[in-house]
């Protein structure tokens, strides 16, 4: 059975995609089955696979609608050696076409249950807001990958990011819980980033993955070539933290 994980900050600019993509691929350089679903209309994780999201003919709009079934959408072993479920502007038009549907926050996982067995794990890049897009990710999910930047206003936007899961968790989705909060962009020169990480470990304890992703220009550059950074420059900082989150995520 997959261990299906939605990837989520409302917070944007935190790392959220680029997390996503390059988990996959070292994911999958573990020799593990694993899909990945943009749930973001912006679509830039369908680019950082190498797909050319304004080509695409049918995406999870077409699944969320139920007009196509999740395996007719399915890109499968993309340039990170995982399969996709892509995303475009379309999807920004669900958003409304969603509301009065039956079923309209349990979408996504309903699709998804066809081909879960397929996968060890499931990731689902969710939009940089708390909006039914996300609410079907956080649906479909077992646990909730919390990508941030350890800087003030960060620490804010958790406390609502934790309410929001606890209201899922209570009325949509008893399983959901928090797999873990995930350090991005991290300058360890910087001394408000040690503290708020501190801050981190102390209210979250083991919930925060040990493992830290550093400011790295490599994993900057990575998606304008539309690879993820293990096949741009696999020897970086930011391709040898996201194999070491992976192995992390593996022993778990």
Known sequence: MA?????????????????????????????????LIDLDPQGNATMGCGVDKMA??????????????????????TCGKFDLIPSNREL?????????????EKRLKNALANIEADYDFVL???????????????CAAQAVMIPMQCEYYALEGLSDLVQTIKRVRAS???QLEIEGLLRTMFDPRNTLAQQVS?????HFGDKVYRTVIPRNVRLAEAPSYGVPVLYHDKTSKGAQAYLALAGEMVRK
């Open 3 to 35: 261990k299906v994980l939605a990837i989520t900050n409302q917070k944007g600019g935190v790392g959220k995609t680029t997390t996503t993509v390059n988990l996959a691929a070292s994911l999958a350089a573990t020799k593990r089955r694993v899909l």
């Open 56 to 77: 695409l003919t049918q995406t999870v709009y077409h699944v969320l609608l139920e007009e196509k079934s999740i395996a007719e959408v399915r890109i499968t072993n």
């Open 92 to 104: 920004a038009g669900a958003e409304v076409e969603l509301v009065d549907l039956p079923h309209r």
């Open 124 to 138: 689902i890049d969710c939009p940089p807001a708390l909006n039914l897009l996300t609410v079907n990710g956080l």
């Open 172 to 174: 949509l989705n008893p």
């Open 198 to 202: 501190e801050q981190l470990q102390r």
